[in-house]
């Protein structure tokens, strides 16, 4: 028989036992306007005003003309990857982040070269290894703010130094901002607000903002100078027109599923707070969680293997990430989810707790 596992890695919030207001989700769905096709290569103007409706809520000003639509915010690196790089051209990613960018720079032949964080009381980009980086091939930095695990934001001077950086070296930023509604020590600003001085695209998406991700709604939305801005777009445009992926019902239901994120987003917030509650409780280590649907632990240095995750499975019945799944550098870190439902979140983090706990020699 097999054992029953504990899956700390739960992170399709549709299947977290939130509860969806399923009238409006569905509801959304049925606007007679679906039954035409007219579409815009940068997605329906309401579409995309609701998107610029939802930046002016975290003041951020974003001309819903400098946004384009797409089916995911996957898709939104694509198309970003496609009008920045050529084969073999470079794009520099933080790391540790979000591990899907190797499969999409793959795809589009692009080159992904890492970058590190490092780790000092906070999480912090290490500007000299990025700037030795910077060859040339480069074309592009990606940052996910919050990041993905670590949940830590790009505060405010090292926002200026990176788009000072870009700016000299004549490089896009692309910002991933999934994760933007959901701070945990505070709110976190938009690399949206304040100035431009470089190209920059800030990508999002309904997948964490309205925990929609089966709707498949993302946008990319475009920052900087107005002639590389203006170039850039019409570009875009040429892209975006060659799939015309999106659909018009999702694109017709985006204002009414955006303007119904906060009952989700609280539910969500509600867990978060609830799963760290237990997590500080036990005494599990783990790092400080400023934002997002994670949380990196550290199980004792001894136990820490190249294999840990495998052998949390076994030997605890216990699924977590690897922390080597996000390019974090210790051996003995581990990626949790904290939307999982609590009752499970209780058991699989009790169960850690143990197995952590220095064992008796017989
Ligand atoms: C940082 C980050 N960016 C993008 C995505 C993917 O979002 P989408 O479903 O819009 O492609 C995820 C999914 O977990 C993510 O963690």
Known sequence: MGAVLIDLTVSNPTMCGFDYDAEAVLGGLSNPASLSYDPDPRGIRSAREAVADYYASHHAVVDPDDTILTTSTSEAYSFLFRLLCDPGDEVLVAQPSYPLFDFLADLDDVRLRPFPLFEDFGWWIDFAELERSIGARTRAIVLVHPNNPTGHGTGGAERLQLEALCAERN?????????????????????????????????????????????????????????????????????????????????????????????????????????????????????????????????????????????????????????????LPRPHSIVVSLIGPSADFLIGVETLKRWCEPKELT
């Not at 925990?211 to 040429?238: D, S, T, Y």
């Not at 799963?275 to 994670?294: D, T, Y």
């Open 171 to 327: 490089l896009a930023l692309i910002v991933d901002e999934v994760f933007l509604d959901y701070g945990v020590t505070g709110p976190v600003e938009s690399f949206a607000t304040g100035s431009h001085p470089c190209l920059k695209f800030v990508v999002s998406g309904l997948s964490k903002i309205a925990a929609l991700p089966q709707m498949k709604v993302g946008w990319l939305a475009c920052f900087g100078p107005e002639q590389e801005k203006r170039e850039a777009l019409a570009r875009l445009e040429v892209i975006a027109d060659t799939f015309l992926s999106m659909n018009a019902p999702a694109q017709l239901a985006l204002p009414r599923w955006l303007g119904g994120r906060e009952s989700i987003q609280r539910q969500i917030a509600a867990r978060v707070r609830a799963n760290l509650s237990i997590l500080r409780q036990s005494g599990v280590a783990s790092l400080p969680v400023e934002a997002g649907w994670s949380a990196v632990l550290r199980v004792p240095q001894n136990r820490g293997s190249a294999d840990l995750a495998e052998t949390l499975v076994r030997e605890a019945g216990v699924v977590v990430h690897p922390g080597s799944f996000y390019g």
